[in-house]
T-cell receptor
Framework: AQSVAQPEDQVNVAEGNPLTVKCTYS??????LFWYVQYPNRGLQFLLK??????LVKGSYGFEAEFNKSQTSFHLKKPSALVSDSALYFC??????????????FGTGTLLAVQP | NAGVTQTPKFQVLKTGQSMTLQCAQD?????MSWYRQDPGMGLRLIHY???????DQGEVPNGYNVSRSTTEDFPLRLLSAAPSQTSVYFC????????????FGNGTRLTVT
């Protein structure tokens, strides 16, 4: 069965500093990987997705994600954090094999707090 | 261009009551799903559907029923509400291929007393 782990409940970073939010995954087939962001009292917004063959994927609001097949990781990064980036971030995976192709499984989320 | 619409936004139930959370999408998406969000648990998949007339269980299906009579609608039914079902519920949909993202509704906050 597919699974996603986000090892950090919260990440604190100063404005202007680089940020990383970690995600590791487990699937049987090819992974389809996504990052979503949730602002308070809102639904989830799509940030970016893994594209086969691209180890560094760029997404919305200056975010990017680094895919590492050997470490089964898909870490979210941003070179310079903004206070407005403070939100809850979710990593998600869809298993590309058999009947599990459609199910998207989410991690437990990481709260990003950017201090001014 | 409404996307995924969920109603109601808020609901309070007493233990044992039943209710239906509504979800509709106007994007002709084949796949629809229901998640619940609880602190520290992330989003957990309750039920999903890959097309009209086809539904399947997710990670936490107990206490919930679904049906999919049309492509547009995917209601979630709580037959006998329990306090453990207090949560925020999200409906989401997408249309293939597998690297397509889910589109989410704005959620329903349910409290069971």
């Amino acid at each position: 069965a597919q699974s996603v782990a986000q090892p950090e409940d919260q990440v604190n970073v100063a404005e202007g500093n680089p940020l990383t939010v970690k995600c590791t995954y487990s699937v049987s087939g090819n992974p389809y990987l996504f990052w979503y962001v949730q602002y308070p009292n809102r639904g989830l917004q799509f940030l970016l997705k893994y594209i086969t063959g691209d180890n560094l994927v760029k997404g919305s609001y200056g975010f990017e994600a680094e895919f590492n097949k050997s470490q089964t990781s898909f870490h979210l990064k941003k070179p310079s954090a903004l206070v407005s980036d403070s939100a809850l971030y979710f990593c998600a995976v869809r298993d590309g094999s058999g009947g599990a192709t459609n199910k998207l499984i989410f991690g437990t989320g990481t709260l990003l707090a950017v201090q001014p | 261009n409404a996307g995924v619409t969920q109603t109601p936004k808020f609901q309070v139930l007493k233990t044992g009551q039943s209710m239906t959370l509504q979800c509709a999408q106007d994007m002709n998406h084949e796949y629809m799903s229901w998640y619940r969000q609880d602190p520290g648990m992330g989003l957990r998949l309750i039920h999903y559907s890959v097309g009209a007339g086809i539904t399947d269980q997710g990670e936490v299906p107990n206490g919930y029923n679904v049906s999919r009579s049309t492509t547009e609608d995917f209601p979630l039914r709580l037959l006998s509400a329990a306090p453990s079902q207090t949560s925020v519920y999200f409906c989401a949909s997408y249309r293939g291929p597998p690297n397509s993202p889910l589109h989410f509704g704005n959620g329903t906050r349910l409290t069971v007393t």
